[in-house]
């Protein structure tokens, strides 16, 4: 085992996979021989080039189509965003192409796109490049959504996403970017649709998505010094969603918190409230509660940029107030 930050165990994924296999090629801008905005190709071009890493012009819709087209004809392409904002240009390509084809063609063409980028709300990075989304491509049949939250799992699902012939969105948290993890030097993979049990506990649950994992641990650190043990679940992709690992953590529990940066209306948590009321409602001993980020564009000035994440005073009040319940 050895320390790599999160960037660089998903990097490792990456040219493990571009040696094994000659039809994968990433496009993007910038991602050529500057290796990225967040060094996400560092290196790969001195590696394999110019036809396999492709610099693009700003031209997104343009180059998922072109990208759409090259999968069904058996390649691999990765588009690399740099912000996951930039996917907003190519909606009908995704929405209408990519996530559909294998179904309009009753199976006969794949569709083994990967489409990642830098998500999150860090850094004075402002409205257009803060985005995460997620829960509108969770609501699109067809697409694979993966939230990797530290260096372990970021590469254990990029080897997944990079084996698979589905459409996947991998989102990469600006704030976990650097973060470091232990990473095996032997070859694994984390299948899709399989939580991680963060942390066990027996007062409540709380299930955390992308960078409030680690904030809902700090919490739980603070709770523990009072004897109060918090079970934090980290879904790790949310399509699929690994239901039946939050139902069995509340079964035991009886309490539900769903944290969550993104916007609360029509989010992730309403899903996973909805699912667990459905088929959980005995196991609950008080209301499912959320805690999300504040329902408004993101502001560029770094003081107001703080004041619509939950903080860790929030974090804890929030657990408190589901165990006062």
């Known amino acids: 085992m050895r320390e790599l930050t999160f960037t660089a165990a998903a990097r490792e994924a990456l040219t493990e996979e571009m040696a094994r296999d000659p039809s994968i090629f990433v496009v993007g801008e910038g991602i050529g021989q500057r290796g990225g905005n967040f060094n996400t190709t560092s290196g790969l071009y001195d590696l394999y080039g110019p036809m396999r890493l492709r610099d693009t012009p700003i031209v997104e819709r343009g180059f998922i189509g072109m990208c759409t087209g090259a999968a069904m004809t058996g390649t691999r392409p990765i588009v690399d965003f740099m912000f996951v904002d930039f996917i907003l240009d190519a909606m009908g390509e995704l929405i209408n192409q990519v996530a559909k084809i294998q179904y309009m063609s009753s199976g006969r063409l794949k569709m083994p796109l990967i489409l990642r980028g830098s998500i999150g709300i860090t850094g ?81 649950t709380v299930v955390a998505v992308g960078s409030m994992v680690r904030k809902a641990l700090e919490a739980c650190d603070a709770l523990a010094a009072e004897g109060i043990a918090i079970e934090v679940i980290d879904p790790r992709t949310l399509a699929p969603l690994d239901i039946p690992t939050i139902l069995a953590s509340v079964h035991k529990t009886g ?25 959980g409602f005995d196991d609950l001993d008080a209301p499912i509660m959320r805690l999300n980020g504040v329902y408004t564009p993101t502001p560029y000035s770094p003081p107001l940029e703080a004041a619509v994440i939950p903080n860790p005073t929030q974090v804890l009040q929030a657990i408190r107030d589901l165990l006062a319940e």
Request: net charge negative; hydrophobic share 45%; glycine share 8%.
């Open 255 to 279: 309490r539900l918190l769903i944290m969550d940066e993104t916007f609360q209306p029509c989010g992730i948590g309403a899903e996973i409230a909805a699912q667990v009321v459905a088929q």
């Open 124 to 204: 004075a990075s402002a409205t257009h490049h803060s985005g995460s989304y997620f829960p509108m491509f969770v609501n699109i049949p067809g697409f694979r959504v993966v939230v990797p939250t530290n260096a372990y799992d970021a590469k254990g699902l990029f080897k997944t996403a990079l084996r698979g012939d589905d459409p996947v969105i991998f989102l990469e948290h600006k704030s976990l970017l650097n973060s470091k993890a232990q990473v095996p030097e032997e070859e694994y993979f984390i299948p899709f649709g399989q939580a991680a049990v963060v942390r066990e506990g027996s007062a409540a």
